[in-house]
């Protein structure tokens, strides 16, 4: 028969040995999880290890939203006489539409006053437009088109 020490003793070298035992099989399991995850896997005919693949599906994502879905061209507005300069009331103000491709047809413009829209018109095939401002005040002059991010300025009437 053994001591009380001596079965103690065994049953922590028990309680050490199981525990050995399941650090060894967890290493095990890990190393397998690693190894499998390394291996190339086949993602839209593309070989790839399964991390890269994750990666290329969050980039994917990213994107949506941006080029084919979302406006790609923003739209700039420029008046002659030219934008912030001081206009007179009566004065015949041009409009000019612009994107990245060049001038806008058929863009939306409106002249809002500081309280309501005075006028709104679209562009000609040359993505202009002509306003002219009956009461002296702050402007602002806006265009939107469908698939293009909208543009505007401000500009100053007075009665000169």
Do not use: W
């Not at 050490?16 to 999880?33: D, E, H, K, Q, Y």
């Not at 084919?68 to 507005?77: A, C, D, K, R, Y």
């Not at 095939?125 to 543009?151: M, R, W």
């Amino acid at each position: 028969m053994l001591s009380k020490k001596g079965q103690t003793t065994i049953e922590y070298l028990l309680l050490i040995s199981v525990v050995v035992l399941l650090f060894a099989g967890v290493l095990m399991t890990v190393n397998s999880l690693k190894s499998e995850a390394e291996k190339p896997v086949n993602i839209s005919g593309k070989e790839e290890t399964p991390v890269g693949a994750i990666g290329s599906q969050l980039e994917n994502l990213r994107q949506v939203g941006s080029e084919p879905n979302g406006p790609s061209l923003h739209l700039t507005v420029t008046t002659n006489p030219e934008l912030g300069a001081v206009h007179c009331v009566l004065e015949t103000i041009t409009v000019t539409v612009k994107n990245e491709d060049g001038p806008v047809a058929e863009a939306t413009v409106k002249l809002n006053s500081e309280t309501t829209t005075v006028d709104s018109r679209n562009t000609a095939a040359d993505g202009t437009v002509t306003f002219t401002p009956q009461i002296a005040g702050l402007y602002t002059v806006s265009a939107e088109k469908h698939d293009n991010e909208p543009g505007s300025g401000q500009f100053t009437v007075t009665t000169c």
